[in-house]
């Protein structure tokens, strides 16, 4: 299996879900985050998210394709 303590200097998966749906996001961090050595944290639109990112290395991002402002793609 794979290492996790060699991909996160936390010893944890670090994964980021980007997504604008209240109940999407509470799925996806109720499945991803229940998986061992997993933290899932979320943000609620692209330009949160992009936020996140500047502070903080995610080895997985989950984005919602469709959202307000800013989509999945930009």
């Not at 980007?18 to 944290?41: F, L, W, Y």
């Not at 991002?61 to 307000?68: Q, R, S």
């Amino acid at each position: 299996g794979m290492n996790m303590a060699a991909i996160s200097t936390t010893g944890r998966f670090q994964c980021l879900i980007i997504d604008d749906s209240n109940i999407d996001r509470k799925i996806g961090q109720a499945m991803i985050g229940s998986i061992p050595d997993v933290v899932c944290e979320c943000a609620l639109n692209g330009q949160e998210g992009i936020s996140k990112c500047k502070l903080k290395h995610y080895e997985c991002v989950v984005l919602d394709y469709e959202m307000p402002g800013m989509n999945g793609l930009e």
